[in-house]
T-cell receptor, first 112, second 110 residues
């Protein structure tokens, strides 16, 4: 498909488990964003990549959160030692410029 | 601290009438504003945007108005269609960060 894809779509983790969420952006898109959306809230910024460079990670809520985009394409958001408050939908978006244009369907993470 | 606010969690409108969704913001440094539409189990879809140097931008049935002095923007949909039923988010940008409101759920009644 031509859109942004994310996997898995749903993830259930036990508290303390590590998880890895994958984002496949639209081919050729320079910008890649990760957002976290809690139930009933708007998306909140986590981090931003321009190609492989992570230009802004100020939104990552703790050092348990780590994101990478080593070849400037696919990105992985890793959460270590998951906590219940990490339960949310994690959205990835890509764009040819620096606007927030094309979102993926999100990964719904539930931490038990 | 919520920098972008959508104070109406829901709105119902008859098909064919105008839908007006409102958004307020507090940060005067925002220089770009966007509206997104979201269906359940999907990511947000970009609808329309406006730069802070403009006060109106129109795209088909969608028009966004920006009132900088009031720090207020609105999205007008006319005529409203049942397929417009979704959650609408406004967002504002400064730097590379986009700040979202909490969304307004629009229901267009056939």
């Amino acid at each position: 498909g031509a859109g942004v894809s994310q996997s898995p779509r749903y993830k259930v983790a036990k508290r303390g488990q590590d998880v890895a969420l994958r984002c496949d952006p639209i081919s050729g898109h320079v910008s890649l964003f990760w957002y976290q959306q809690a139930l009933g809230q708007g998306p909140e910024f986590l981090t931003y990549f321009q190609n492989e460079a992570q230009l802004d990670k100020s939104g990552l809520p703790s050092d348990r959160f780590f994101a990478e985009r080593p070849e400037g394409s696919v990105s992985t958001l890793k959460i270590q030692r998951t906590q219940q408050e990490d339960s949310a939908v994690y959205l990835c978006a890509s764009s040819p410029g620096r606007q927030l244009e094309f979102f993926g369907p999100g990964t719904r993470l539930t931490v038990l | 601290d919520q920098q972008v606010k959508q104070n109406s969690p829901s709105l119902s409108v008859q098909e064919g009438r105008i839908s007006i969704l409102n958004c307020d913001y507090t940060n005067s440094m925002f220089d770009y504003f966007l509206w997104y539409k979201k269906y359940p189990a999907e990511g947000p879809t970009f609808l329309i945007s406006i730069s802070s140097i403009k006060d109106k931008n129109e795209d088909g049935r969608f028009t966004v108005f920006l009132n900088k002095s009031a720090k207020h923007l609105s999205l007008h949909i006319v005529p409203s269609q049942p397929g417009d039923s979704a959650v609408y988010f406004c967002a504002a940008e400064t730097g590379n960060q986009f700040y979202f409101g909490t969304g307004t759920s629009l229901t267009v009644i056939p």
